[in-house]
């Protein structure tokens, strides 16, 4: 499978410092989603950026999208201990259903 | 707000045994998948429906079947359990693209966690 990849593995940051993840795939894309998932919990849509777009805002989240590097990152700004949790980037390519996964950044915010 | 709910948080059975995962979603969504994570591999699509009696392999079918006989249903059945199947389970749902837009989040149930014996 053609599963993206984040970076790094794990991240752990003071609580207010902002936290950066990237996500390389390999294939071309339709869009690019991010996903983050709290223990033991299922996951949570977080923001999606399609293929023609290079950045896109939503409250603390601020993803951008390089096709020609085949990348995406995803910034969270002035994080919180709630915000500790793991994030995944997914992309759907010419299929209309499927998203493939990456294998996720495990973020810790430390109070 | 969609809910997708997975009958069991948590879940014990015996090598052999046949195991059923049921996964419910109230929003009317046409497409329903079953994904496994484990440590260090991430998400793998193991199946998904498209519509009501309708499925597709996904990356890891082997050792498992399907079962969509209404459309708020999807169910995941391990004919003969296996130790290497233990896993979390996680269920999704998603309406299908529309006219104009193929940008269609997946919503998560909470997970099935699966210990075979």
């Known amino acids: 499978s053609q599963q993206g990849e984040e970076d790094p593995q794990a991240l752990s940051i003071q609580e207010g410092e902002n936290a950066t993840m990237n996500c390389s795939y390999k294939?071309?894309?339709?869009?690019l989603q991010w996903y983050r998932q709290n223990s033991g919990r299922g996951l949570v849509h977080l923001i999606l950026?399609?293929?023609?777009?290079r950045e896109k805002h939503s409250g603390r989240l601020r993803v951008t999208l390089d096709t020609s590097k085949k990348s995406s990152s995803l910034l969270i700004t002035a994080s919180r201990a709630a915000d500790t949790a793991s994030y995944f980037c997914a992309h759907r390519g010419g299929s209309n259903y499927k998203l493939t996964f990456g294998k996720g950044t495990l973020l810790t915010v430390n109070p | 707000d969609v809910k997708v709910t997975q009958s069991s948080r948590y879940l014990v059975k015996r090598t052999g045994e046949k195991v059923f995962l049921e996964c419910v979603q109230d929003m009317d969504h046409e497409n329903m998948f079953w994904y496994r994570q484990d440590p260090g591999l991430g998400l793998r699509l193991i199946y998904f429906?498209?519509?009501?009696?309708?499925?597709e392999k996904g990356d890891i079918p082997e050792g498992y079947s399907v079962s969509r006989e209404k459309k708020e249903r999807f169910s995941l059945i391990l004919e003969s359990a296996s130790t290497n199947q233990t896993s979390m389970y996680l269920c999704a749902s998603s309406l299908s693209p529309g006219l104009g837009s193929m940008d269609q989040p997946q919503h998560f149930g909470d997970g099935t966690r699966l210990s075979i014996l």
């Open positions: 429906s498209y519509d009501v009696k309708m499925k």
């Open positions: 294939t071309s894309i339709n869009n």
């Open positions: 950026i399609r293929s023609n777009e």
